[in-house]
């Protein structure tokens, strides 16, 4: 595009005299004299005579041959022609740099030169950046210059020339845009910025556009970042009615310049995939867009969380996503996902040899870089050496990370004792780190950034100590964090490591082989969040697997004990706790020996709830009570409640259903002393329980379900499981068993084979069998609900199953299994159980000798 000229007025009218315009058009172009000259069929001589002034009366086949050369049309055309008939006495600046000039609005009083506008190219997902620009430039009073800075392909010029065509009307004294050259300098600048604005020289453009605003773009800076700054600095002097719109891979570093980094477009979570959901998302809306410009079907059902993984993994940059789409008219999107979702750098553009500035869907862009790999380089060498070395190391965060994080990482690997956050200010303002979000963790890189340096990482041997000062930084932040995850400040606790949830597995994987004592301590500090995130299992599984581990033999002792108590703590929510009892009483011993009060508080606590699962209620009773002595002895109010909510199991075990309910009275008064919300809400769940176990189905349904949900927001899915669960058994018990069927199938809907709440489905399953008066059917329930006791589940639920399979079948088998139980259990059958037995004319002393 180059600068178009609608009329003239006359041969004495200051505007620019043929060696200028011609050197505008050039330049615009992307052409050096030498190749104008070919393509017009010139001597070079003859073109850098003209530019210079020298032949002020050139043949008029001459300039015909320029202009056909220039490809000239029109008014521009003519513009051109007119002025190679005047006699020019001004010369332009001399010199060989390479600006090009190109016209970007159209907006000129009747005195001046109005330039062509081209049109802006289609924005998805910059709405709020287009407003805050359009106010910043025609706001009283704003910046001189304003920078957009980023990552190439982040569609820096693409929103510069959308902005500019929005705030014509407010420049009256024109709105024009020059493309900077690789060897531009700051004479190159001023001439052409004084030709496009429509005077011969910067004195001149000062006279014309006196009290009138103007706008100038200047894209690409980094070509020439020096000369570029020179020149605004004397523009900005000279014309104070000018105002800068630039663009660039960094700040250009004048006076009065504001600062505005684009970023990436919003990209959707991990857990969308919904078409509509999709659409909300810039990134997704953009992929969709580019996708259908090359197939004609849109994305189905089936390819949507393949779109909803590329656009994550592509970062929301613009060039990256129209790079990847154009592969769409030949591959789906699975099969794009998996040819390039793992060689994102290497996404090229199909015609890369393309210059000066040209649409590309959502980048109007100079000399695009072959691959996505060379876009990453060019801002990466644009930083000092210390700063890619910090770049290299933040490249080992899998997610986002905090400032503080950042600090802790670097300290001592690159000698930094100071303050990172001009580093940071500096890797986001070149577009290689983004902020997403106002909390702590709102840094992150794109993971072309990322991917590019680790590349730089893996290439200087780096990588395994970067790896191994990653796990140390993330296994002090959850040690310093796991500490407040029983206490006021849970939620903020889990929070926090939700976070850090990919950084804590790479950690742990890393550690794991190359340092298992950093390893173990970490996922010793693990278990509360492992449990309230539902992940039991594997995390029983990493701590046996580190505590085998012959390397972690001499490990610090306590570690060892935290991270057998870990196993156990674990093991109770699969009902796998009697293969953990001696793991338990041998760390109970270890933090007796050491005197940590709070060790063996946990200790104990771990061991009651694992000798209630397996039988040993006696022991389970002494076990709580010692730990309320030693709780009050040290005055934990926290640990007094953990210990009353132990003892409330063995007043159910005994009957005693009112002194349970005083008991949890007081779990939940010392509770919120303490701040300990989620105490409370299990001191309410177990309240449940027992206004079922009095046969108050109501009350246990209604405040069954609100419990439900305030357990699913903490998220313990643990517990919020066996809630649900005692809300479905009274409302089979109630018999309202369409309700209890819909409580069946949200409790397996994604249940693991092996969980407790199986044997709680088949005790509902029984019920509801029972209560449609299919003894057969219910006799089978019950019986599987008997035997998943087996497991280690509560034996209070083993009784109650089998208390259904008496009162279904009268089997003596079955009879003597209850009596047994309930010796074994010590558990004694509450008024509706024996109600229950009665009714079917096979009532006995079960349990009463208890």
């Not at 950093?518 to 509360?528: E, G, I, Q, V």
């Not at 303490?674 to 027992?690: F, Q, Y």
Request: aromatic fraction near 2%.
């Amino acid at each position: 595009m180059t600068p178009a000229h609608d009329h003239l007025s006359g041969p004495d009218d200051g505007r620019p005299p043929l060696g200028e315009l011609l050197r505008g058009h050039r330049l615009a172009a992307g052409l050096t004299q030498a190749e104008l000259a070919e393509r017009a069929g010139l001597g070079v001589r003859t073109v850098r005579d003209l530019e210079r002034g020298r032949a002020s009366r050139p043949q008029r086949s001459t300039v015909e041959l320029l202009a056909d050369a220039l490809g000239l049309t029109g008014g521009v055309r003519a513009a051109f022609l007119s002025a190679a008939r005047r006699r020019t006495v001004e010369r332009a600046a001399a010199g060989g740099g390479e600006v090009g000039a190109t016209a970007v609005a159209a907006s000129a009083p009747a005195s001046g030169t109005p330039f062509a506008l081209p049109p802006p190219v289609e924005l998805v997902g910059r709405e709020r950046d287009r407003a805050d620009l359009v106010a910043l430039l025609t706001t009283d009073g704003g910046p001189p210059v304003v920078s957009l800075v980023g990552l190439a392909g982040v569609g820096k010029t693409a929103l510069a020339l959308a902005v500019a065509h929005e705030v014509v009307d407010a420049h009256p004294g024109g709105v024009a845009g020059v493309l900077v050259g690789e060897s531009s300098d700051a004479a190159d600048m001023l001439a052409t910025v004084s030709a496009v604005l429509g005077a011969s020289r910067l004195a001149d453009l000062a006279a014309r556009l006196r009290g009138r605003p103007a706008l100038l773009l200047v894209d690409a800076v980094e070509r020439a970042p020096g000369p570029v700054a020179e020149a605004l600095r004397q523009l900005t002097d000279v014309v104070p009615t000018l105002r800068v719109l630039v663009t660039g891979r960094h700040p250009v570093g004048v006076p009065g310049e504001l600062v505005r980094p684009v970023a990436p477009l919003d990209v959707p979570p991990p857990d969308v995939d919904d078409a509509v959901e999709l659409a909300r998302y810039p990134a997704a809306a953009l992929f969709t867009a580019r996708l259908a410009r090359v197939r004609r079907e849109p994305p189905d059902q089936r390819e949507l969380p393949a779109l909803a993984a590329l656009v994550r993994r592509l970062g929301g940059l613009p060039l990256a996503i129209e790079l990847m789409a154009a592969r769409g008219r030949i591959l789906d999107l699975d099969e794009l996902l998996d040819r390039y979702g793992n060689r994102v750098l290497d996404l090229a553009a199909a015609d890369p040899g393309r210059r000066g500035w040209e649409p590309a869907g959502t980048a109007v862009r100079a000399a695009a870089p072959v691959t996505l790999r060379e876009a990453v380089a060019t801002s990466y060498r644009l930083l000092a050496g210390h700063e890619r070395a910090a770049l290299r190391r933040l490249a080992v965060f899998a997610n986002r990370w905090s400032v503080e994080l950042a600090e802790e990482l670097l300290a001592d690997e690159i000698g930094w004792a100071v303050d990172p956050v001009p580093l940071l200010d500096r890797l986001v303002q070149l577009g290689l780190v983004s902020v997403r979000g106002t909390g702590a963790f709102r840094f992150r890189l794109l993971d072309a950034v990322r991917d590019f340096a680790l590349e730089r990482v893996a290439g200087r041997g780096e990588l395994t100590a970067i790896r191994r000062r990653h796990a140390l930084v993330v296994t002090r932040l959850v040690a310093r964090t796991a500490p407040d995850l029983a206490g006021p400040e849970l939620s903020r606790a889990v929070r926090l490591l939700d976070e850090v949830t990919s950084d804590i597995g790479t950690a742990l994987a890393h550690a794991a082989t190359d340092d298992p004592h950093t390893a173990l301590r970490l996922a010793a500090a693990l278990p509360r969040w492992w449990r309230l995130r539902g992940r039991d299992v594997t995390g029983r599984q990493w701590l046996r697997r580190l505590l085998a581990d012959p390397r972690t033999a001499d490990a610090d002792p306590m570690v060892r004990a935290w991270a057998l108590l870990g196993v156990a703590r674990l093991a109770v929510e699969h009902g796998a706790g009697a293969a953990e009892l001696a793991a338990v009483r041998s760390a109970l011993d270890v933090f007796a020996a050491r005197g940590d009060v709070t060790g063996e508080l946990e200790a104990r606590s771990v061991l009651c709830a694992l000798l209630v699962a397996t039988g040993g209620h006696d022991e389970a009773r002494e076990q709580a009570r010692a730990m309320l002595v030693v709780a009050t002895r040290h005055d934990r109010l926290r640990n007094i409640a953990v210990a009353q909510y132990h003892l409330t199991w063995h007043e159910i075990r005994l009957g005693n259903l009112a002194g349970a309910r005083r008991r949890l009275a007081t779990v939940d008064r010392l509770a919120a002393q303490c701040g300990e919300r989620r105490l409370r809400l299990l001191a309410r769940a177990s309240l449940v329980e027992v206004a079922r176990y009095q046969g108050r189905y109501a009350e246990a349904v209604e405040r069954g379900r609100r419990t439900v949900g305030a357990l699913a927001e903490l998220g313990d899915p643990g517990h919020r499981r066996r809630a649900l669960g005692t809300v479905g058994l009274a409302l089979a018990q109630d018999g309202r068993l369409d309700e209890a069927a819909e409580v069946l199938t949200e409790l397996r809907t994604g249940t693991d084979q092996g969980r407790p709440e199986e044997g709680i489905c088949a005790l509902i399953e029984g019920i509801v069998a029972l209560r449609r008066g299919d003894r057969e059917l219910a006799a089978e329930w019950f019986g599987v609900a008997a035997g998943a006791g087996a497991a280690g589940q509560d034996r209070r639920d083993v009784v109650e199953a089998l208390v259904g399979l008496v009162a279904s079948t009268g089997d003596p088998g079955a009879r003597e299994r209850l009596d047994r139980a309930c010796r074994q259990s010590g558990i004694r059958l509450l008024p509706q159980e024996w109600e229950l037995l009665r009714d079917h004319g096979r009532s006995s002393d079960a349990g009463e000798d208890d």
